[in-house]
Structure formats: structure tokens, C-alpha cells
């Protein structure tokens, strides 16, 4: 005699206690009335009787109901670790940036090259070995064309005593450099 097929997972829970109130009543309402479907669920509880696990000792249970606060007081532990450690580290950050302001300029000054000293200029000792093209670079343009004398320099300084209106007689005439 074989259960029905129908009520296979149905025996199954019921065997395992894991079926809800109005489905459990409906179970063992079918079970009074199917000898094939009762023992079913016999040899379906023996197997699960076999495997269920033996009640919690005494220190398991106390274990279990402290459980909650350990792992509370764990966490706010490893939280109050973790702020110290930051606190720590912050503080170390903080000092490090206080020695790099002060010593700062003083670490710069020691690294920073010092300027290499000009190295002089050799001259010439005389003036025959200079070259034609260096006495041409030390001459100055405008001697040559200008050619002002001692007297020319004083008839210019007069000119930086001349007023406003005077000057700007003197800049318009058509051949300034004849007023002079």
C-alpha cells in the first residue's frame, strides 16, 4: 500500500512539524481516515527523529541568551579601537605638518642650490689682440653721428630749464635741430 501521491509533501511536513495550523488539521483529518498515508508519516517521523538534533545543554542556552549582548559590547570595542586609532593618526598628521612649516625653510634653504659664482670675464690683456668685431660691439652707435662737444651738453641742460610752452615751440619748429 503506497501513500497518496497528492499528500507526499504534505507528510513530509507534517512528520517535520513545519506545517501552519488549518493545513496541520487538514492533514490529520485525511491521516484517520488513510492507513496507507499513516504510516507514511510514521517512517517519515522515525527518519527525522533519527536526525534531529538532541535539546541545548544548559551552557548552550546561556551561551545563546547572552549572544545579543557580546556582540554588542564586541562592536562598540572594535568601534572605540577604530576612533583611537583615527584620533592617533590625526594627531601624528597633525605634528608632522607642524615640523614641515617650521623646519620647512630650513630643509628649503640646505636643498635649494646655491647659485653658481660668475665666472670673470677674460679680457683682453691689450688692446692689439682685441678683434675688429669686438671693438665695433663696445663702440657706441650714436658717438659717431652726434660728436657732442662740452658746449653742445650745457646748451642741452638749458633746454631741460625751458618751460612747458617754450618746449613744445622748440619741438614743433620745422629743423629742430637748428634752434638748438
Not at 142 to 169: R, T, Y
Amino acid at each position: 500500500m503506497t501513500a497518496c501521491r497528492d499528500q507526499d509533501e504534505s507528510l513530509t511536513l507534517f512528520a517535520a512539524g513545519a506545517l501552519e495550523p488549518e493545513e496541520e488539521a487538514r492533514v490529520r483529518a485525511h491521516l484517520e481516515s488513510c492507513a496507507a498515508c499513516r504510516s507514511e508519516a510514521e517512517a517519515h517521523r522515525e527518519v527525522l527523529g533519527l536526525a534531529a538534533l538532541p535539546p541545548p545543554s544548559v551552557r548552550e542556552q546561556a551561551v545563546l541568551a547572552a549572544l545579543p549582548r557580546t556582540t554588542v559590547s564586541t562592536w562598540r570595542r572594535e568601534q572605540v579601537q577604530k576612533a583611537a586609532r583615527m584620533r592617533t593618526a590625526g594627531a601624528l598628521m597633525a605634528a608632522a605638518a607642524v615640523v614641515l612649516l617650521a623646519l620647512g625653510p630650513v630643509v628649503q634653504r640646505q636643498v635649494t642650490p646655491q647659485a653658481p659664482l660668475a665666472t670673470p670675464v677674460e679680457t683682453p690683456a691689450s688692446e692689439a689682440e682685441e678683434t675688429e668685431l669686438e671693438q665695433w660691439a663696445r663702440t657706441d652707435p650714436l658717438s659717431d653721428e652726434l660728436e657732442l662737444s662740452d658746449m653742445d651738453l650745457e646748451d642741452a641742460e638749458d633746454v631741460a630749464g625751458l618751460s612747458d610752452l617754450e618746449l613744445e615751440e622748440l619741438l614743433s619748429s620745422p629743423i629742430p635741430g637748428e634752434t638748438l
